[in-house]
């Protein structure tokens, strides 16, 4: 039995656009190169076609500088999808373009309406259980709008604190089994993963944390070795991709994709 939280057949990638350099940031450390981001997204879209999956990739928005994070606009769950409704105003729009690419793959869709705010870099679906971290993006009200949907569809949700100064609650952790997170200890001093395996990121690499399990291969930021040779040697089989640019705009791996079974 495969587990709808790390295999899936399908996956959603936007490519993404000239107006890139235009990305949100918390910290500005430059802009990232438009090219060398298009090459490591193609690489990044290969890898999960490389398993199996059927993945579409979506035309650049050059309105939405941060529109290749398509993960933010939508949450994708056995039993249905739901429409985000992003808590930076400036990403608001992506979610009307992402709709009609869900509304042909899900029978039931629905959308957060407000008035509050919930990106789907809070969430992290585990099988067993939604975990959703408040956030700058993600609040009490998101959470709520979220919780009433998901009690329809079976889903419990465990409401949980992204750790200050950090932008999303996965940007801290990644689910690498059913039962195993990757995590900074950070977010892990908060106990928030009771009753799971939790594998902390070896101090000065926690800018690996967001990874993605997809199917039978880990996706894992390139360029943090410590990290690389900790889960290889727990059996996970690794896809190293660049991250270079994608970082400048704090983004990871599990941003550019939304990942379900069809
Ligand atoms: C933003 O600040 O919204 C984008 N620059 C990065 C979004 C990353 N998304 C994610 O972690 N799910």
Redesign the pocket.
């Given at each position: 039995m495969t587990n709808p939280a790390t295999h899936f057949s399908h996956a959603i990638s936007r490519r993404p656009g000239a107006s890139v350099t235009g990305?949100?940031?918390?910290e500005d450390r430059g802009a990232p190169d438009p090219a060398r981001m298009q090459a490591a997204h193609d690489t990044y879209v290969a890898t999960l076609r490389s398993t199996g999956a059927e993945v579409i990739v979506l035309d650049p928005l050059e309105e939405y500088p941060?529109a290749l994070?398509v993960?933010?606009t939508a949450l994708c769950l056995p039993g249905g999808a739901v429409m985000m409704r992003?808590g930076?105003p400036s990403?608001m729009g992506e979610v009307a373009q992402m709709r009609p690419t869900l509304a042909a793959l899900f029978e039931d869709l629905r959308d957060i309406q407000g008035p509050g705010h919930i990106?789907?870099?809070d969430i992290l679906f585990t099988g067993r259980e939604v975990l959703v971290g408040r956030s700058a993006?993600t609040d009490a009200e998101g959470v709520a709008e979220l919780r009433t949907i998901l009690n329809e569809w079976g889903h419990p949700l465990r409401e949980l604190q992204t750790p200050e100064g950090v932008?999303?609650f996965?940007?801290d952790c990644s689910l690498l089994d059913p039962e195993t997170i990757l995590s900074t200890r950070l977010l892990d001093s908060s106990d928030c993963f009771d009753g799971y395996r939790v594998l902390h990121l070896p101090e000065g690499e926690e800018a690996a944390a967001?990874a993605i399990r997809f199917n039978d291969v880990v996706l894992l930021p390139d360029g943090f070795p410590k990290t690389a040779e900790m889960l290889t040697r727990e059996g996970y089989d690794l896809r190293p991709i660049d991250n270079t640019d994608c970082a400048l705009?704090?983004?990871?791996m599990?941003?550019l994709s939304l990942r379900f079974n069809a």
């Open positions: 990305g949100l940031r918390a941060d994070f993960e933010d992003p930076a990403r990106e789907g870099g993006r932008l999303h996965k940007t967001n705009l704090d983004g990871g599990s941003c």
